[in-house]
């Protein structure tokens, strides 16, 4: 009896047991047809299913990549290496398209984003290897602008800020023209105004009594063989010092004159004061410089990116704070040769009227230049050239959310627009925003490598050089990691590399292993290697 009991006990266990299994079973099988799209569904109930955390879609850099293909993918078993076969191109990997740089070889959820990694596919069409495709929902998810190329001239307003300083070719040097006396001073101090023809500095000079005298004595003598020595005793004056006005004076007047006075040869200030009265001056001492202030310079800093549409002659208006409610004309006499490393600006030099002495040296002023108007060509807004530092190239936006790099050859810029002198065409739409994304999609596709270097017909495919070491070897593909590749532009980053024939291949790979590649890229497949050699490994200490 006891026997009895025992054995129908064990058997409601195992009944038990079986009846949790089966639930466990069921829950586990209604959890994944919860996660995954049963076979057959169609897109729409899914959709009509609303979006779960994991159900935001980037949308297909290359269609039919997505979310769904990868769950797709799941419940298929499928992975990087095999045949989709809905499309029917063999999938090269999957990858997060907001970390486009990081590829995996079997689907799942992405470790960067709330999202499903999306795969990428081989084979694709010769417009799909020249240009990368992103939904309209994506668009608006990255906020993606364009713009159109438009014809038109640069010809506006530059404006500028620069100070004022005092108009170099405007400065006159006074000096003594023979050995003398400073007698008197007209002019006191540093930065007096003096007008045109006014006096400066009574010079008394001895050694011109001699001269006169002599020429005064042979001035009342009459004769044959006179005026060859008159002639004589003039030029002794000249050699003096003194000038053809004095020798007048003396000759009409018929007395000494040993005193000079200086006069101002222009109207001005006196910059520079260097004798005091009685001081002793030698032939061609500096006695004080002037400073004319009919006109004064305007230096001012221009952008580098506007400098070539102003040139000598450009008309500027100015005006300043220190001379309130008043304007100031003038022309840029010169564009110095030198720009400025930390501002990158060019000084303009600028040529202003100052008929009343108000703009003086250091005096801030605000310029508005007038540049010559440039011929008609081709403008895009500057925020869509992406300027690499060996070439600019635009996202071109086409029809069907298709995007395509193309390479530029950029112009002047001023107010935000930039010429275009090759590579677009009227009406065609730039990319204002977000390009750097897609461009980063397009480069890792090996599109930017043959933008514009498509080779002629017949010609050989380039070939690169690299190290790399093993990561993944399967079928006729290796992952390899590999060091920054200059000549593509590529960083250092994991891919996949096509395999030559076995009877080229080593004998022996392993993952690992170190290797030196020669390979050339393929339209819309992964690069294909030509030539491998397996390295030893690296010594270590």
Same mark, same amino acid.
């Given at each position: 009896?006891?026997?009895?009991?025992?054995?129908?006990?064990? &058997? =409601?266990?195992?009944?038990?047991?079986?009846?949790?299994?089966?639930?466990?079973?069921?829950? /586990?099988?209604?959890?994944?047809?919860?996660?995954?799209?049963?076979?057959?569904?169609?897109?729409?109930?899914?959709?009509?299913?609303?979006?779960?955390?994991?159900?935001? @879609?980037?949308?297909?850099?290359? *269609?039919?990549?997505?979310?769904?293909?990868?769950?797709?993918?799941?419940?298929? =078993?499928?992975?990087?290496?095999?045949?989709?076969?809905?499309?029917?191109?063999? *999938?090269?990997?999957?990858?997060?398209?907001?970390?486009?740089?990081?590829?995996?070889?079997?689907?799942?959820?992405?470790?960067?984003?709330?999202?499903?990694?999306?795969?990428?596919?081989?084979?694709?069409?010769?417009?799909?290897?020249?240009?990368?495709?992103?939904?309209?929902?994506?668009?608006?998810?990255?906020?993606?602008?364009?713009?159109? #190329?438009?014809?038109? %001239?640069?010809?506006?307003? #530059?404006?500028?800020?620069?100070?004022?300083?005092?108009?170099?070719?405007?400065?006159?040097?006074?000096?003594?023209?023979?050995?003398?006396?400073?007698?008197?001073?007209?002019?006191? +101090?540093?930065?007096?105004?003096?007008?045109? =023809?006014?006096?400066?500095?009574?010079?008394?000079?001895?050694?011109?009594?001699?001269?006169? $005298?002599?020429?005064? &004595?042979?001035?009342?003598?009459?004769?044959?063989? /006179?005026?060859?020595?008159?002639?004589?005793?003039?030029?002794?004056?000249?050699?003096?010092?003194?000038?053809? +006005?004095?020798?007048?004076?003396?000759?009409?007047?018929?007395?000494?004159?040993?005193?000079?006075?200086?006069?101002?040869?222009?109207?001005?200030?006196?910059?520079?004061?260097?004798?005091?009265?009685?001081?002793?001056?030698?032939?061609?001492?500096?006695?004080?410089?002037?400073?004319?202030?009919?006109?004064?310079?305007?230096?001012?800093?221009?952008?580098? %990116?506007?400098? &070539?549409?102003?040139?000598?002659?450009?008309?500027?208006?100015?005006?300043?704070?220190?001379?309130?409610?008043?304007?100031?004309?003038?022309? #840029?006499?010169?564009?110095?040769?030198?720009?400025? +490393?930390?501002?990158?600006?060019?000084?303009?030099?600028?040529?202003?009227?100052?008929?009343?002495?108000?703009?003086?040296?250091?005096?801030?002023?605000s310029m508005r230049l007038d540049p010559r108007a440039g011929p008609a060509t081709l403008l895009v807004p500057s925020d869509a050239i992406i300027r690499t530092g060996r070439r600019s190239v635009v996202m071109l936006a086409e029809d069907g959310g298709r995007f395509r790099p193309v390479e530029v050859v950029p112009g002047n810029e001023a107010n935000g627009?930039?010429?275009?002198?090759?590579?677009?065409?009227?009406?065609?739409?730039?990319?204002? %925003?977000?390009?750097?994304?897609?461009?980063?999609?397009?480069?890792?596709? =090996?599109?930017?490598?043959?933008?514009?270097?498509?080779?002629?017909?017949?010609?050989?495919?380039?070939?690169?050089?690299?190290?790399?070491?093993?990561?993944?070897? &399967?079928?006729?593909?290796?992952?390899?990691?590999?060091?920054?590749?200059?000549?593509?532009?590529?960083?250092?980053?994991?891919?996949?590399?096509?395999?030559?024939?076995? $009877?080229?291949?080593?004998?022996?790979?392993?993952?690992?292993?170190?290797?030196?590649?020669?390979?050339?890229?393929? @339209?819309?497949?992964?690069?294909?290697?030509?030539?491998?050699?397996?390295?030893?490994?690296?010594?270590?200490?």
């Amino acid at each position: 009896m006891k026997h009895q009991r025992a054995t129908t006990v064990l &058997a =409601g266990l195992a009944v038990l047991a079986a009846a949790s299994g089966a639930g466990w079973w069921l829950g /586990v099988q209604q959890g994944k047809a919860g996660a995954l799209p049963a076979a057959g569904e169609p897109a729409s109930a899914q959709a009509a299913a609303g979006p779960g955390p994991t159900d935001i @879609d980037p949308s297909q850099w290359t *269609i039919p990549q997505g979310e769904e293909a990868t769950r797709r993918h799941i419940r298929d =078993g499928l992975k990087a290496g095999d045949q989709d076969p809905v499309t029917g191109r063999r *999938i090269l990997n999957y990858h997060d398209p907001m970390v486009p740089g990081k590829n995996f070889d079997a689907p799942a959820k992405s470790p960067f984003m709330d999202m499903m990694l999306v795969p990428r596919y081989a084979g694709t069409d010769a417009a799909d290897a020249s240009s990368v495709t992103v939904s309209s929902r994506i668009q608006q998810n990255l906020g993606l602008r364009t713009a159109p #190329v438009v014809e038109g %001239s640069l010809a506006s307003e #530059v404006t500028a800020v620069g100070n004022v300083a005092w108009n170099e070719r405007e400065r006159v040097e006074v000096s003594s023209r023979a050995m003398g006396f400073v007698e008197k001073l007209h002019v006191k +101090a540093t930065f007096d105004r003096v007008a045109a =023809g006014a006096p400066l500095a009574d010079l008394y000079v001895p050694e011109w009594v001699a001269a006169q $005298e002599e020429y005064l &004595a042979l001035a009342r003598l009459d004769g044959e063989g /006179v005026d060859p020595l008159k002639d004589a005793a003039r030029q002794r004056m000249r050699q003096a010092g003194m000038t053809p +006005a004095h020798i007048q004076r003396v000759a009409s007047s018929g007395a000494v004159q040993p005193r000079l006075t200086l006069t101002a040869p222009l109207a001005g200030i006196v910059s520079e004061l260097m004798v005091r009265e009685g001081a002793t001056v030698a032939p061609g001492m500096a006695l004080m410089r002037l400073q004319g202030t009919r006109t004064v310079w305007a230096e001012g800093a221009v952008p580098e %990116s506007q400098a &070539a549409l102003i040139g000598p002659g450009t008309r500027v208006r100015t005006t300043s704070p220190g001379a309130p409610g008043e304007r100031f004309e003038g022309r #840029v006499q010169a564009l110095l040769p030198e720009v400025d +490393a930390v501002t990158r600006t060019v000084r303009a030099r600028v040529e202003l009227a100052n008929p009343q002495g108000r703009l003086v040296p250091g005096m801030q002023v605000s310029m508005r230049l007038d540049p010559r108007a440039g011929p008609a060509t081709l403008l895009v807004p500057s925020d869509a050239i992406i300027r690499t530092g060996r070439r600019s190239v635009v996202m071109l936006a086409e029809d069907g959310g298709r995007f395509r790099p193309v390479e530029v050859v950029p112009g002047n810029e001023a107010n935000g627009q930039t010429e275009v002198k090759a590579g677009l065409e009227a009406g065609q739409r730039v990319v204002l %925003s977000g390009q750097f994304l897609i461009d980063s999609e397009a480069s890792l596709r =090996g599109l930017e490598a043959r933008l514009n270097q498509e080779p002629p017909a017949g010609a050989a495919q380039p070939r690169y050089t690299t190290d790399a070491v093993i990561d993944a070897l &399967a079928g006729d593909t290796v992952t390899l990691t590999h060091p920054p590749i200059p000549a593509l532009k590529w960083p250092e980053m994991q891919m996949d590399f096509r395999l030559p024939p076995k $009877e080229r291949q080593p004998r022996r790979m392993e993952v690992g292993d170190r290797l030196q590649i020669e390979f050339e890229m393929q @339209d819309g497949d992964v690069p294909q290697i030509t030539g491998l050699k397996v390295m030893p490994p690296e010594k270590t200490r």
